[in-house]
T-cell receptor
């Protein structure tokens, strides 16, 4: 079962930063926060993950609050191709599956 | 080269028929999965195999039978298809030894329509 809460939808202007929030207030100490996205008619795509430190890669940044009860995925310069459903997932260390919630539908507007 | 490939991409069939969806990964991963995404877009895990052994079966009807001939392939066979089986089925793989990366590689999906 999904242990995260995300807004149903968000809009972002092209070229601006997209900040996608996620609440995971019941996260336990050995659970990581993962972000995936699903562009229309494609399979989900891994974006980034973290435990407690902020993380950055070529796609995005992940900011996790100090109490780990929430996080924000940041796409620094959103493009039209970033329009997708973004899933925030918490997963135990050693678990070998992912449970997807309903995600946030991000629409990047020209 | 496609990392996780599924065939067919589209499948339209009648109720009561038996059909199969094939999945192959060329990433050398040990673990493979089947996920189902229904019309409401909920993505749910169905099965997980590690080195050809079933490790997850999420209360899927026994009309669904996964088969893993080797660790690069995980096929999904569905007997006596029902209208409710209409969905997009995604295959995925991940490296077992790197579980903490949590990175699953998904195929492009197979859209099954049961009439």
């Amino acid at each position: 079962d999904a242990k995260t809460t995300q807004p149903t939808s968000m809009d972002c202007a092209e070229g601006r930063a997209a900040n996608l929030p996620c609440n995971h207030s019941t996260i336990s100490g050995n659970e990581y926060v993962y972000w995936y996205r699903q562009i229309h008619s494609q399979g989900p795509q891994y974006i980034i993950h973290g435990l407690k430190n902020n993380e950055t890669n070529e796609m995005a940044s992940l900011i996790i609050t100090e109490d780990r009860k929430s996080s924000t995925l940041i796409l620094p310069h959103a493009t039209l191709r970033d329009t997708a459903v973004y899933y925030c997932i918490v997963r135990e260390t050693g678990a070998n599956n992912l449970f997807f919630g309903t995600g946030t539908r991000l629409t990047v507007i020209p | 080269d496609t990392a996780v490939s599924q065939t067919p991409k589209y499948l339209v069939t009648q109720m009561g028929n038996d059909k199969s969806i094939k999945c192959e990964q060329n990433l050398g991963h040990d673990t493979m999965y089947w996920y189902k995404q229904d019309s409401k877009k909920f993505l749910k895990i169905m099965f997980s195999y590690n080195n050809k052994e079933l490790i997850i079966n999420e209360t899927v009807p026994n009309r669904f039978s996964p088969k893993s001939p080797d660790k690069a392939h995980l096929n999904l066979h569905i007997n006596s298809l029902e209208l409710g089986d209409s969905a997009v089925y995604f295959c995925a793989s991940s490296p077992w030894t790197s579980q903490d990366t949590g990175e699953l590689f998904f195929g492009e999906g197979s859209r099954l329509t049961v009439l």
